[in-house]
């Protein structure tokens, strides 16, 4: 199997070829050795001559730079999310797409924010090379498709009020590079998080960049730049619904009490918001809430109903700390 090369705008664009009689330097693939998370890492040369311990504390101490490349990143999240917000607020969706390792997390990342902020799956959507099948079995020849996410683009019907975080950690991603393309075309806001150091596409907005440098097992991105991307999508969505009102100092105040682990959260919440409230109580407040932590905060607060205090959250766009101003 070789690849063809193909440009698109400015872009390098590889097709698969079933012929092998091809050898010439121009059906080469593109050399990545420049891309810092292909590079060998100096330290862990011998990894397979290391006991298990001296490999697990090795791995350790690689994963050190994690916290620091976010934190490094901090502005240029911080960016991306200051444009996000006012889109997500008057209706826009944030679009998470990549290959592989990169994909997975923003899928998962994505699957996580119902749960988490109760808010509308539809929101936070993640997209993978290869459709959902690719969450369990590779699909990396997709990767390698440049229009690749045309399809999904459409069927969501991808706007000018949304917004789009590729994610690719060696930034080469065919896939990636396309999907911000495409979404540029659309109006929608782009962004694109790398883990290597390199100039933003033209169609980029906002460049994040993670500098993890080389992995312990040379190119597994799985590894420092998973663990580093995981972190900065948590930035990015946890930040969102704060801004959005799901979030009241650090207490999710708007997750849905579904099972036991959340009833007892969400009692404990109302206790903390009320202190002569005991754990009865506080079910009993949840319960005629249907569940809702926020509506029984302002209910409990203020002595409203459940519709007045659902109307005083609809004037407060959801805003606990405000609807709480009597």
Not at 117 to 146: N, T
Not at 169 to 185: N, Q, R, V
Not at 286 to 295: A, E, H, Q
Request: with cysteine.
């Amino acid at each position: 199997m070789v690849f063809l090369r193909a440009g698109i705008e400015g872009n390098t664009r590889w097709k698969q070829s079933n012929s092998m009689t091809n050898t010439s330097k121009s059906a080469l693939p593109p050399d990545r050795s420049h891309v810092a998370t292909e590079q060998r890492n100096a330290s862990s040369e011998n990894f397979d001559l290391l006991t298990t311990l001296e490999q697990v504390r090795a791995m350790a101490h690689d994963h050190a730079i994690v916290h620091a490349a976010v934190a490094n990143a901090a502005p240029a999240i911080a960016g991306f999310v200051d444009a996000l917000v006012p889109r997500i607020r008057t209706g826009g969706r944030l679009f998470y797409c990549g290959a592989g390792t990169s994909g997975r997390l923003g899928v998962l990342d994505a699957s996580e924010c119902p749960p988490t902020f109760c808010s509308d799956p539809g929101q936070v959507i993640g997209l993978i090379a290869g459709g959902d099948m690719a969450l369990r079995k590779s699909s990396e020849r997709r990767e390698d498709e440049y229009d690749g996410i045309a399809a999904e683009f459409a069927a969501h019907a991808i706007g000018s009020n949304d917004a789009l975080l590729a994610i690719a950690a060696g930034g080469t991603t065919p896939y990636a590079l396309g999907a911000i393309t495409l979404a540029k075309a659309q109006g929608a806001l782009t962004g694109f998080l790398v883990c290597s150091a390199l100039k933003a596409p033209a169609e980029c907005d906002h460049l994040i960049v993670l500098e993890t440098g080389a992995e312990m097992l040379t190119g597994s991105t799985r590894l420092k730049a998973g663990s580093a991307t995981k972190l900065a999508l948590n930035c990015i969505t946890t930040i969102l619904f704060t801004q959005l009102g799901k979030v009241h100092g650090n207490l999710m105040v708007d997750l849905a009490a579904t099972n036991d682990k959340l009833v007892d959260r969400a009692i404990r919440t109302l206790c903390t918001f009320d202190s002569s409230l005991t754990r009865s109580n506080a079910a009993e407040l949840l319960g005629n809430s249907g569940g809702r932590v926020k509506i029984a905060i302002v209910m409990r607060a203020l002595n409203l109903s459940v519709k007045q205090a659902e109307a005083k959250l609809d004037a407060s766009a959801g805003n606990l700390r405000a609807a709480l101003q009597k």
